[in-house]
């Protein structure tokens, strides 16, 4: 064993988990590599008790049964067709304006972040149903792509969200508050959104022209018919979870199992079914959530090396010591999330971080549930943030080569996205009844 103090180890232990991440191994090895390492050098064999001990602690908890249910339900609903049917009712309705097709991207991205909770599954379906139509149309690519990964990003924070779900039992957060909590935040972005495509393509018309009047003419009840039938199918899945968590029917945990199931019977009804959609759904929840536990059973049992060996005392006197008192530690550590997320996966940003400033928040006297929101809305950015970018990448791989979008043209789109999302967590910091409003209102 040896012997170091705790500022040497937390800097050995930053500068080995960048290392390992930039070799491009897959996060839990660079992660669980670190851990049995550094634990077997600074406790000799106890540190297997503490790895054994944090991820025993982590597979365990009840309320991470929620991960699979929610996995699975937003696999199912790829199948539904729901996304296609939204696409069809909204154009009718806003492909008239400038920039029209964008903003229903994001309304679809909205709308399916409260029914799906993926970003993978949201990004693919608006990339297949939405990508196309606004290239064809003459959008400029980087806006319609832009609009499609921070429009299918949503689906992280707008519960039901797998993001909330980790989160709660780590910094020992109701995640049905957390799920109260994050609504409002995530519709603000999505108002930014909306509001940027349209002023934007109010300046510069070139980028975005209005769809003719006859390619989307229909009587007005026929529009309402097809936005019925569109929306209150969703709004079926979303009160399914939602509601029986805010009105105290159920806890999240049960909640995920009752929108797996509805989304299952939205795929029957909509006759998407299969037992090929069904073992599809099967194998791709089981692949997810292996990852998800994987990747968190690892940074549990890194995080709990370096709590044991006083790394974490040393970045909370580090944060607790930046001037400007107590708003500028809160600075500081919105930059860390901000920084993290330009080279590790969200998963792994949350396993690592929340255990560690979780504490500053009583600290520090804010209000741990709107601390937790403050950080999940700022983890947005690191979706559309390179190198790493999960959300620019999962567009790169489903968007159809003929539409000639380059990668340049996707991280060109998402530059204004990151900065609304950082506009964001200042109007949250500014405003924190944005957050705090809805949760105080669930009926207990």
């Not at 909205?110 to 693919?124: E, P």
């Not at 990964?149 to 508050?177: D, E, Q």
């Not at 937790?372 to 959300?391: W, Y």
Request: proline share 6%.
């Amino acid at each position: 064993m040896i012997d170091l103090s705790p500022e040497v180890i937390a800097i050995i232990f930053i500068v080995a988990i960048v290392a390992g991440v930039i070799t491009g191994f897959p996060l839990a090895i660079p992660l669980g590599g670190v851990a049995v390492v550094m634990g077997f050098l600074l406790f000799g064999p106890s540190a297997f008790e503490i790895l054994y001990t944090r991820a025993v602690h982590l597979l365990m908890n009840y309320t991470l049964v929620a991960v699979p249910c929610f996995v699975f339900m937003g696999s199912m609903l790829q199948y539904s067709g729901i996304a296609e049917k939204m696409y069809d009712a909204l154009y009718l309705w806003l492909g008239g304006l400038r920039g029209g097709l964008a903003i229903i991207s994001v309304i679809i991205g909205t709308v399916l972040a409260a029914a799906v909770g993926i970003i993978a599954a949201s990004i693919a379906m608006l990339a297949l149903v939405a990508l196309p139509a606004m290239v064809r149309r003459g959008y400029d690519k980087g806006l319609a792509s832009g609009a499609v990964v921070a429009g299918g990003c949503l689906g992280i924070l707008i519960p039901p969200s797998v993001m909330l779900v980790l989160y709660g039992p780590m910094a020992w957060i109701s995640v049905g508050k957390l799920f109260m909590a994050a609504f409002f935040p995530g519709f603000m972005l999505s108002i930014l959104y909306c509001t940027y495509i349209g002023i934007r393509c109010r300046l510069q018309p070139n980028l975005a022209p209005a769809v003719p009047a006859e390619e989307r003419s229909a009587s007005f009840m026929t529009k309402t018919v097809l936005a019925a039938k569109a929306v209150l199918p969703t709004a079926l899945l979303i009160l399914s979870v939602l509601g029986v968590i805010f009105l105290g029917i159920a806890p999240p945990t049960e909640a995920s199992a009752s929108g797996a199931v509805v989304a299952t019977v939205l795929a029957v009804v909509y006759r998407r079914f299969s037992w090929r959609v069904l073992r599809d759904t099967a194998l791709e929840t089981l692949r997810l959530t292996s990852m998800i536990l994987l990747i968190g059973s690892a940074a549990f049992g890194l995080v709990g090396i370096f709590i044991s060996a006083g790394g974490a005392q040393v970045v909370e006197d580090l944060i607790l010591a930046t001037p400007g008192g107590r708003w500028g530690s809160l600075a500081a550590v919105m930059f860390l999330v901000f920084l993290l997320g330009f080279f590790i996966d969200w998963i792994g940003i949350l396993f690592i971080i929340v255990p560690i400033i979780s504490p500053l928040a009583p600290a520090l006297g804010f209000d741990p549930l709107w601390f937790a929101i403050m950080v999940c809305v700022n983890l947005q950015a690191s979706f559309m943030t390179p190198p790493f970018a999960p959300g620019i990448f999962f567009l790169r791989g489903t968007v159809s080569p003929d539409l000639g979008i380059s990668m340049e043209d996707i991280i060109r789109g998402v530059i204004p996205f990151v900065l609304l999302v950082l506009v964001g967590v200042v109007l949250l910091a500014v405003f924190p009844q944005i957050a705090l409003w809805l949760p105080a209102q669930m009926i207990k």
